[in-house]
């Protein structure tokens, strides 16, 4: 079993800043990629960011530039630091994490979701 719990959601101004963090805990063998998605009121829930395990990244081209992901792999942890805030970019943020576990002496792996924190950004 693997839990993620999330921090750092809130309310901001736009163009101001808000760091999101979502640690994994519990029996895994290893933890693949990690990453962040959206869902706004209205709309499909939107990846924003992700980072494999050797720190390469991927952005949703509406976050590129203000947006950086980051990882702790001694922590399991994952961060989503955001600048320059956009009343757009307000949504339930949701964290991802894809991880390995041995189940009867087979390593596989799922997916795994956060609990999701708010991100509320007004004009």
């Known amino acids: 079993q693997v839990q993620l719990v999330e921090s750092g959601g809130g309310l901001v101004q736009a163009g101001g800043t808000l760091r999101l963090s979502c640690a994994a805990s519990g029996n895994f063998f290893r933890i693949a990629v990690m990453g962040w998605y959206r869902h706004a009121p209205g709309k499909q829930r939107e990846l924003v960011a992700e980072?494999?395990?050797?720190?390469?990244?991927n952005y949703a081209d509406s976050v590129k530039g203000r947006f950086t992901i980051s990882r702790e792999n001694a922590k399991n942890t994952v961060y989503l630091q955001m600048n320059s805030l956009k009343p757009e970019d307000t949504a339930v943020y949701y964290c991802k994490v894809k991880v390995y576990v041995f189940r009867q002496l087979t390593l596989v792996q799922y997916d795994t979701w956060g609990q999701g924190s708010q991100v509320t950004v007004s004009s």
């Open positions: 980072i494999t395990t050797d720190k390469h990244t």
